[in-house]
């Protein structure tokens, strides 16, 4: 998988899929069991890329008894060089005057503290783990608003969530894994046919060749994700009996049928589907 510079990225998944691990091995919290990552162009072990990232894991990141200004100042003479803690607090929107403590604040002020904290460094790459976790609608849209204003301003971000609403707002490209593997890769667009399309549930790796001759050259089929069909395209008759015959010759029923745009939902829960298959042949 890639995470684009300046842009956000959202790591999408089942529970289990690997989604923390694979943000705790991007941080340099954890050594990765195979494979390789570079951060920044460097291994995220490596202690020169730590000031130059952010991180915001789900659980922790929080000083029970200090208050929000406090704790972003005692934060703040770890890094080399960093932002201004009290414009810092600003930005997301909680008062650097503020005497609460954070253990008092609410769920959504504390969250953007912890943004806060990871907005320290000005990092050039910033891992926000499950950002709007428990938020009400108004504490997440501030949230996100303020996510979005660091991806405008030329921050690379990397989130995982199970807001699917939060991906469509706020992604440039996502990556679905399942059982810890990539399954899907690309824009919303890409992934969920933005334009005319069928696209429907069948077992994975089939022949799409025979379908895609039979429809003719206005038409394209692929398989984006493992066990999931697209055939970009109007969605006639023709096309739907066309799908319905090669299913059959297949010896197979089109599941999950979709004509028009598919959902961000119907995606993940394909990945889930993913996985499940191959924790039966595990």
């Known amino acids: 998988m890639m995470a ?7 790591l999408l998944g089942p529970n289990g899929a690997g989604k923390s691990s694979t943000i705790e091995v991007v941080a340099g919290l954890r050594a990765a069991a195979g494979g390789s990552v ?10 020169a890329v730590k000031p130059r990232i952010g991180v915001m894991l789900q659980q922790g990141g929080l000083y029970p008894t200090a208050r929000p ?8 003479r770890l890094y080399p060089r960093h932002a201004d803690p009290s414009e810092l607090l600003e930005l997301v929107g909680i008062d650097p005057a503020t005497r609460t403590t954070t253990r008092r604040l609410s769920g959504g002020e504390q969250q953007r503290v912890k943004l806060a904290a990871a907005l320290l460094p000005e990092p050039e790459f910033l891992i926000l783990d499950e950002p709007t976790a428990g938020l009400d609608p108004l504490a997440r849209r501030n949230l996100l608003e303020a996510i979005g204003r660091r991806r405008d301003n030329g ?8 807001q699917l609403d939060d991906v469509e707002n ?4 996502v990556v679905v894994i399942a059982a810890g593997r990539v399954v899907a890769a690309g824009t919303l667009d890409e992934l969920t046919g933005a334009h005319d399309a069928v696209s ?8 799409t060749a025979p379908l895609a001759l039979s429809l003719g050259v206005d038409y394209r089929v692929e398989e984006p994700m493992p066990g999931r069909y697209l055939v970009h395209g109007a969605p006639t008759p023709r096309v739907m009996a066309g799908v319905t015959a090669w299913c059959s010759d297949h010896g197979v029923m089109a599941e999950g049928l979709i004509v028009g745009r598919a959902s961000l939902e119907q995606i993940v829960i394909d990945a889930a589907d993913a996985q499940s298959r191959a924790e039966e042949i595990q």
């Open 200 to 207: 429907f549930g069948a077992p994975m790796h089939l022949d």
């Open 69 to 76: 200004l406090e704790w972003l100042q005692y934060l703040a």
């Open 155 to 162: 921050t690379s971000i990397l989130l995982t969530t199970h």
């Open 4 to 10: 684009a510079v300046g842009a956000v990225t959202a």
């Open 170 to 173: 706020l992604a440039d490209h």
């Open 38 to 47: 570079r951060l920044l162009g460097c291994d995220p072990a490596d202690p």
